[in-house]
């Protein structure tokens, strides 16, 4: 290695250093920033000597170190003369943005990884310049062309919106209804053969006894079964079937996300039916329903992910409704929430996501030291709307700007 050092007229000014190695240059100043601040450390060369087996640390003079840049010898790394200037031309300093980005890309190309290389030429490609836009002509053509591709795919704006209010969690339903009856109708809520398995006479004898708290029953449904004592038999047999079946599935709702049911231990489906006080055809129509099933070997898995909760929610909700006419008041919709283990504003979320209307309003209940609690009123289609015009719409987000 072979050095070579400007002269200095003193100590502190600034100096060059050149070194050559090779076929590599190594060139090195004291002109950079970092020698004209207070340098608070001090460097030492250590020196051994074989002969001795001595090492000899002396310090540098100065007390700074000179960093070197390696360089090839022949490759010119100066800035590129500007295009038409000739070989012989001085090389001008790159002053515009475009001088800017090309001495980079010149930079990346020579020392940058293969990643950096593919970024800065990805980063190229997706600037829309003037020259890519020379004809407008083409552009408006082209944007009508992926119009028209997207609106025959069904992917326009409106078609996205209808397809998304199609596939609501809500149980069957009809938009055009007008009232909560016809616009979830009991019997199409009801899983088919599901109404032979649900012991609505049961619940109807135990209205009239009240012993509807000793039947096991959860306790919401426990507390309305004096709704089936209406004088008109015609509304109380469709309410009984409400509550039986409103009572099957939040007894599914407190349960395990996740069952297995292994016909060979714990008596399979048959036992699950029983703790859970659902009849074992009607339990397996329901996690058909609410869960997803796959097998391992011989275990039957069911998961609930949670759409599927979300859909079981609705199913409670609508129950709900329909077993006390068209809506909940107060006291109802607090029971409701109890039961269901979720806060009034979730609550009230899912109420409209059914197109239920919740009504804000205050009541004392008990365990509240007699200061009022802000609770809900909830009603079903009782402003003159359809169930579409009720439910709330799909969300889209802000504009980009």
Do not use: W
């Not at 940058?112 to 030429?121: I, L, V, Y």
């Not at 699950?272 to 329903?289: I, N, Y």
């Amino acid at each position: 290695l072979r050095c070579t050092a400007a002269a200095a007229t003193a100590l502190c000014e600034p100096s060059a250093l050149h070194c050559l190695q090779d076929c590599i240059d190594y060139v090195g100043s004291t002109t950079g920033p970092e020698y004209t601040t207070v340098q608070p450390c001090s460097y030492a060369v250590g020196v051994y000597d074989r002969a001795t087996r001595k090492l000899q640390v002396l310090p540098i003079r100065g007390g700074r170190v000179c960093r070197m840049e390696a360089r090839v010898r022949g490759l010119d790394y100066g800035p590129r003369a500007p295009a038409g200037s000739g070989s012989g031309a001085a090389a001008a300093p790159a002053t515009t943005r475009e001088e800017r980005l090309a001495l980079s890309k010149r930079l990346v190309g020579s020392f940058g990884s293969t990643r950096r290389r593919r970024q800065m030429d990805a980063r190229e490609e997706g600037i829309v310049g003037a020259d890519k836009l020379a004809d407008t002509g083409v552009l408006t053509k082209l944007l009508a062309e992926r119009a028209a591709e997207a609106s025959a795919a069904g992917l326009t704006r409106e078609a996205v919106l209808a397809r998304a209010a199609a596939v609501r969690h809500l149980p069957p339903h009809h938009l055009e209804a007008t009232n909560a009856e016809s616009a979830y109708v009991l019997d199409e809520i009801i899983p088919a053969g599901g109404a032979a398995s649900l012991d609505v006479d049961r619940l109807l004898k135990a209205a009239k006894s009240g012993d509807a708290s000793k039947m096991g029953l959860p306790k919401y449904v426990a507390d309305r079964v004096f709704l089936l004592n209406d004088p008109i038999k015609a509304k109380a047999r469709p309410r009984g079937l409400a509550l039986s079946l409103l009572a099957c599935l939040l007894s599914l709702f407190s349960g395990r996300p996740d069952l297995r049911i292994d016909p060979e231990r714990a008596g399979g489906l048959d036992a699950l039916a029983s703790r859970m006080r659902v009849a074992p055809p009607l339990l397996r129509d329901l996690l058909e329903l609410f869960y997803n099933h796959r097998r391992e070997g011989n275990v039957d898995v069911y998961e609930r992910p949670a759409a599927k909760r979300e859909l079981l929610i609705a199913y409670v909700l609508v129950l709900a409704v329909l077993a006390d006419g068209s809506g909940l008041l107060a006291p109802q919709f607090e029971a409701l929430r109890a039961e269901l283990r979720m806060s009034a504003a979730d609550l009230v979320q899912r109420f409209r996501e059914i197109g239920a209307t919740c009504t804000s309003t205050s009541i004392k209940l008990e365990g509240s030291d007699g200061k009022p609690t802000r609770t809900y009123n909830v009603m079903l289609l009782q402003n003159g709307k359809t169930l579409g015009e009720s439910l709330p719409g799909i969300k889209i987000g802000p504009k980009r700007k």
